[in-house]
């Protein structure tokens, strides 16, 4: 099986397929790679597609204390999986906590970036919101330890922002509730307590956010009530950032509308390529309403 292994030793199992610009993609809480599939399959048509398990989630390592697990690190891994391939720099593709961890990766590593497509990332973001998140974070953790991942799943895979996936497509919500059951009960526990618990508030990161330069895509399902807010507000800071917002979805996108999500990726990533995505023009952004001052 082919690893790349990271600065402080933790080997991360990764798949890949086709030729051509490379472009990764970063799995979210809930999903591993193999959510990704419809997107591997897609994208190798014309691109070199990547994906990975992230730490904590087999095939991957699992390291057993949290410690081992935050926000820099889930970042850093995408490097070290692209340092492994030898590839210089490459499209980022992220869905919710691998989402936050596509954003930071243009914070750290800009330079390795052709673009950023930040999917479904907001939860917990909101000042208004901290406090709570943090003790659900808990409460999960907690359950994860107490249960196990398989009786996790048959909770965690009906949460109100999932709920439009079962009635979508029930069954590829039933393949994906079975991959979350066969998750690492101890990986899932130090993700949240390490990585989700801990990360800063996208209201805290305003400045990095405005500094960005590389071509960023904020992509959200109009029923993923805890992104709304966090999306406008990339949107609005990010001068490289578009948003676009898929009709009747919830948090999985990619694998609710997989052809919708690869769509309006793949459009963003073609513009990318032929040097046709720029900042935002700076009239845009001017206070007046109707643009008379």
Known sequence: MPYATTDDGVRLYYEESGSGTPVIFVHEFAGDHRSWEAQMRHFSRRYRAITYAA????????????????Q???TDDIAA??????????????????????????????????????????????????EKFKAEVAAVATFLEQN?????????????????????????????????????????????????????????????MQALTVPVLVLTGDEDWPCLQPALLMKQTIPTAALSVVPNCGHTINLEAPDEFNRIVGEFMAQVDAGRWAPRDPRAMVASILGMK
């Open 148 to 208: 196990g991942s398989a009786a996790f799943a048959e909770k965690y895979a009906f949460g109100p922002t999932r709920v439009q996936f079962e009635n979508k497509d029930p069954r590829g919500f039933a393949e994906f509730k079975q991959q979350l059951a066969e998750h690492s009960a101890v990986g899932s526990r130090n993700t949240q307590l390490g990585v989700q618990g801990q990360r800063p508030s996208l209201y805290d990161l305003v400045e990095q």
């Open 81 to 130: 999986v692209l340092d492994h391939l030898k590839i210089d720099k490459a499209h980022v593709v992220g869905l919710s906590m691998g989402g936050f961890a596509t954003l930071h990766f243009g914070f750290r590593h800009p330079q390795r970036a052709l673009s950023l497509c930040v999917a479904g990332c907001g939860y917990g973001a909101e000042k208004g919101q901290t």
């Open 72 to 74: 820099a690190r889930a």
């Open 55 to 70: 730490r904590g989630y087999p095939p991957s390592d699992v390291p057993d204390d949290a410690v081992k697990y935050s």
